[in-house]
């Protein structure tokens, strides 16, 4: 097994692992900082899929920005999420959590089917990819193309979600102030 | 791509599962990953044009207004039920 092989399924482990026990804790705090983790490994296994410039903006965006926001909704909404996140003193497979159990487990079923199907390697548009060498090369860094592309052939969608996001921070701090005191 | 379908899954675990909404917002944004995962993955064969990845961009930036506005929604429903136990919330206007 090579490094890179090996790498990867560390990686994979490191994101499963913490994903899952995000979904089993049961404090709310450990989770959040779990998912930190799982951000974490992921940006990893981007940076494995030689995207390093994703990977950065990864760790940058959620790592940074959700997170903390995240955090931040936490502390502000103080003891009763506690309270809450407490409170859930239920197992990670019992009764109260079977029918979620059940829907996800066999979702997972359907989509693994759907994987070993889809039979990754043999695509027709990945062969020509390989065979016409459009392969993003090992060595290489993407990330001046990913600039000139961003400016030139992805300019509508890029203007068109700074725009989104615009919209977005308004629509946020319109929506957390506080109410007016009614006259 | 096995990663991603876990990953997948064990995000909606999560949002069917857990009674606090900022659990559910984590799987949310698990979900996400999810899909950017398997954007980044494949446009590893896509030099020219970088689709993949850009998208991947996209995507990222999405989640994140996503995540801000769904934020402010959640403080402002905890500021007049003072939970923030979906299964609590019931009533559209007071």
Redo the contacts between chains.
Sequence with gaps: MSLVQAMFYLM?FV??GS??V??AGKN?VR??FL?FV??FG?AG??VL???D??AV??IV??VG??LV??L???M??GK??LA??EQ?KTKFISL??L???I???L??VV??NV?FKAD?NNLP??KT??AT?????VNGT?IN??GV??MT??LL?FEV?SV??MI??V???H??RKEPVEA | ???S??????????I?????A??I???I??ML?AA??NL???????????G???F???A??????????A??????V?RRY????PDKINQLKD
Excluded at chain 1, 133 to 137: A, F, H, R
Excluded at chain 2, 5 to 14: E, Q, S
Excluded at chain 2, 16 to 20: D, I
Aim: glycine share 6%; with cysteine; net charge positive.
């Design positions: 994979a994101t499963v994903a899952l995000v979904a709310l989770s959040i998912f799982t951000l992921l296994l981007y899929a030689l995207a410039f994703v903006t990864q965006i959620y920005g959700i926001l995240i931040f909704a936490f502000l909404s009763e999420a809450t996140a859930q109260h959590n029918p979620a159990f829907l996800a487990a979702f997972l989509m693994l994987v990754i548009w990945i990819a390989i060498k459009n392969v993003v090369p993407g193309d990913i592309g961003l052939r992805y969608p979600i989104l996001l977005a921070l629509g946020a701090a929506l957390s | 791509m096995l990663v379908v876990v990953l997948f899954c064990i995000g909606l675990f999560i069917v599962s857990k009674k606090n900022i659990q917002l984590i799987g944004e698990l990953n950017i995962l980044v993955a494949f446009g590893k064969f896509d030099k020219t044009n970088n993949g990845q850009v991947a961009l996209f990222i930036v999405l989640a994140a207004a996503t995540t801000a506005v934020l402010a929604i959640i403080l402002n905890y003072k939970t923030i136990d």
